[in-house]
């Protein structure tokens, strides 16, 4: 089982502020199949991105992914304020797929 | 627009079987996977199983000896069963479109397990 790390475990910024967060595997993940999740206090995950740089549909063009192997970053250009919340990295090249911890980004 | 809805008890008794439901609507459950996915409290996801509309599943290993998906396409339906649970399996349970990346979700229901 591939095991993902992100960090930091919370990251303070103010609106406006570019956000950046990683997430390591534990093993190589195969052809980037890496995803990042939006979480909201009791909501569920909404996707954001796949194929590690691929924006699900509906997502504005202020998040993007990049990475490859087992290093993955989610950027946040200019943070909104609905952007503040928990953010899960979620590989699904090996079975079965797997969640990181998350990194909540709160309002500094 | 797709949407799906989790019900069943929100109670569960240690050494009982847990039972959930995910009605589909706005939709076809046919030529899609179906995944049901946990989150204990404060915590983080864990991918329980899916399955495919033609009845193909697929299991987490850490939970396979416990639990059973299956789907009933005249209902636009699929359902969870985990058997024997303990406290640990007390978690908001969502069910979701997709074998391994989840575009929709339902908006998830808490089951506690408790005598």
């Known amino acids: 089982e591939i095991v993902l790390t992100q960090s930091p475990g919370t990251l303070s910024l103010s609106p406006g502020e570019r956000a950046t967060l990683s997430c390591r595997a534990s093993q190589s993940v195969s052809s980037s199949h890496l995803a990042w999740y939006q979480q909201k206090p009791g909501q569920a995950p909404r996707l954001l991105m796949y194929g590690a740089s691929s924006r699900a549909t509906g997502i504005p063009d202020r998040f993007s992914g990049s990475g490859s192997g087992t290093d993955f970053t989610l950027t946040i250009s200019r943070l909104e304020p609905e952007d503040f919340a928990v953010y899960y990295c979620q590989q699904y090249g090996g079975s079965p797929n797997t969640f990181g911890p998350g990194t909540k980004v709160d309002i500094k | ?115």
């Open chain 2, 1 to 115: 627009q797709v949407q799906l809805q989790e019900s069943g008890p929100g109670l569960v008794k240690p050494s009982e079987t847990l039972s959930l439901t995910c009605t589909v609507s706005g939709g076809s459950i046919s030529n899609y996977y179906w995944s049901w996915i946990r989150q204990p409290p404060g915590r983080g996801l864990e991918w329980i199983a899916y399955i495919y509309y033609s009845g193909s599943t697929n299991y987490n290993p850490s939970l396979k000896s416990r639990v059973t998906i299956s789907l009933d396409t005249s209902q636009n339906q699929f359902s969870l069963k985990l058997s024997s649970v303990t406290a640990a399996d007390t978690a908001v349970y969502y069910c979701a479109r997709g074998p391994t990346r989840f575009d929709y979700w339902g908006q998830g229901t808490l089951v506690t397990v408790s005598s």
